[in-house]
T-cell receptor, first 114, second 111 residues
Framework: DTAVSQTPKYLVTQMGNDKSIKCEQN?????MYWYKQDSKKFLKIMFS???????INETVPNRFSPKSPDKAHLNLHINSLELGDSAVYFC?????????????FGQGTRLTVV | DAKTTQPTSMDCAEGRAANLPCNHS???????VYWYRQIHSQGPQYIIH???NNETNEMASLIITEDRKSSTLILPHATLRDTAVYYC????????????FGSGTRLSIRP
């Protein structure tokens, strides 16, 4: 069983389109995250949700909107896609409440905007 | 911004111990030291964490200096599958704490 699953694994789309990436975790964790890994391989946190509430929102264009229908899901919607949005996006989850909780990451979604 | 510094790259012979250093001189009392790794084309994978004491699990050992300003991740018997980028992270003991990745150390295991 996959602990954190993302779909799709690959996404190729044209500039200006709107797309969504889905993430689900079956670990019963309270906290979920979205990370972006750019071409230089830097992993940057974008958002964090705890029990469906946004707790971290880094400097991310408002074209990016996370949506958490329940604590097992955190989907990422991206409007008006730009070339610079091309990256690998990782979803993760952890059982927070204390700082020692490990995070489990999905396999990533490689987004290519053409 | 990451609060840790690591060498950009290292290599190690297969079967030998790989020792990966990390400096975190500004670490505060409620911050844990975490290690993750990212194998090519995969998501980051948790390895180990610690606060003050040395820790060991089935994957690795973590040695934290007494002043907590640096630590070393030890892979006791490196294999080719351990080739990855290793990230050292400090993280607060808080439900709102971020996992902030630096540039990591690219570890290459040579046959």
């Amino acid at each position: 069983d996959t602990a954190v699953s993302q779909t799709p694994k690959y996404l190729v789309t044209q500039m200006g389109n709107d797309k969504s990436i889905k993430c689900e975790q079956n670990l019963g964790h309270d906290t979920m995250y979205w990370y972006k890994q750019d071409s230089k391989k830097f992993l940057k946190i974008m958002f964090s949700y705890n029990n469906k509430e946004l707790i971290i929102n880094e400097t991310v264009p408002n074209r990016f909107s996370p949506k958490s229908p329940d604590k097992a899901h955190l989907n990422l919607h991206i409007n008006s896609l730009e070339l610079g949005d091309s990256a690998v996006y990782f979803c993760a989850s952890s059982q927070d409440g204390t700082g020692w909780a490990e995070a489990f990451f999905g396999q990533g979604t490689r987004l290519t905007v053409v | 911004d990451a609060k840790t510094t690591q060498p950009t790259s290292m290599d190690c012979a297969e079967g030998r111990a790989a020792n990966l250093p990390c400096n975190h001189s500004t670490i505060s009392g409620n911050e844990y030291v975490y290690w993750y790794r990212q194998i090519h084309s995969q998501g980051p994978q948790y390895i180990i964490h610690g606060l003050k004491n040395n820790e060991t699990n089935e994957m690795a050992s973590l040695i934290i200096t007494e002043d907590r300003k640096s630590s070393t991740l030890i892979l006791p018997h490196a294999t080719l599958r351990d080739t990855a980028v290793y990230y050292c992270i400090v993280r607060e003991d808080s439900s709102a704490s971020k996992i902030i990745f630096g540039s990591g150390t690219r570890l290459s295991i040579r046959p």
